[in-house]
């Protein structure tokens, strides 16, 4: 098989799970690039998390793109520029935060389509949610309280539920949003309808001109889920979850901090 386009997922595949690349994987990488494999990164986190290390990692090549928050935000980060938008409104935004008053134990984060600012609703920096995803932004925080009269007008590529509990996520199923929940089944993560990791690698192929039988995608999560499917050449690392284990056509038995993505590019592309 021939692998034009090689999809990445950062966390818990590509990257430490919240840290930074899993030091085996730079090297395969770079290698692929230089051999004319389009690279692409496709990730829950955001654009300019400090972890992502693009650049320094070597991977500035042609079409240095990321698809950050699921998809939402195709970003070139060599030309520091947004590709393509895909946004939650805020009229859609403001039916969220109104049902998170219902749900006072469940925490919320929407990042702004602006790259630079967080909309959040608990104004304390010691909750789960503070803890896990503070680290991946660098930009301003907006507490919900104090802008709540903006919503509106604002548009947020993500949104993040943290302590999510059966009953948040079945008022969720009445709402219209894409989403996909975590490992833990206790993080939410939403985004516009349709709007997932498999619409960006659909519309980066297309710019490409690349077909999904020359597509290689490799994840763990169930965010990565419609880009496994997606793909002819969708990959299962031992970590992946049992669902992306069940639709992949590959696996590899190394887990994300074993180099599974090494694993993979070193078998199925560089043919090693």
């Known amino acids: 098989m021939e692998i034009k386009l090689l999809v990445l997922d950062m966390d818990g595949t590509t990257y430490y799970k919240g840290g930074e690349i899993v030091p085996a994987n730079v090297k395969p990488i770079q290698t692929a690039l230089k051999q004319g494999v389009e690279v692409v990164i496709v990730t829950g986190r955001p654009a300019l998390a400090p972890q992502n290390k693009l650049v320094e990692n070597g991977f500035a090549f042609q079409n240095a793109i990321i698809a950050a928050c699921n998809g939402a935000c ?15 409104q805020g009229d859609q935004a403001q039916v969220l935060f109104d049902l998170i008053t219902k749900f006072p134990e469940v ?19 010691h909750t789960s949610g503070w803890e896990f995803e503070s680290h991946f932004f660098q930009g301003e925080y907006l507490w919900y309280q104090n802008v709540k009269s903006q919503i509106n007008q604002m548009q947020f590529f993500k949104f993040l ?112």
Do not use: C
């Open 74 to 88: 195709i970003y070139d980060f060599v030309e520091d520029k947004l590709l393509k938008s895909s946004s939650i």
């Open 161 to 272: 539920a943290f302590n999510v509990s059966q009953e948040f996520l079945q008022a969720m199923q009445e709402l219209n949003f894409e989403t996909a929940l975590s490992a833990s089944d206790q993080t939410l993560e939403i985004n516009a309808q349709g709007i997932n990791k498999a619409f960006a690698v659909k519309w980066i192929a297309q710019q490409l001109n690349i077909t999904p039988d020359q597509i290689m995608s490799i994840g763990d999560g169930m965010n990565d889920l419609p880009m496994i499917e997606y793909a002819s050449h969708g990959v299962a690392l031992k970590n992946s979850v049992a669902a992306v284990q069940k639709a992949a056509a590959i696996h590899i038995d190394k887990t994300n901090v074993e180099g599974g993505v090494a694993e993979a590019i070193n078998q199925y592309i560089l043919k090693k």
């Open 107 to 125: 925490e919320l984060w929407g990042y702004v389509d602006n790259l630079t600012q967080v909309v959040h609703t608990r104004n304390d920096h």
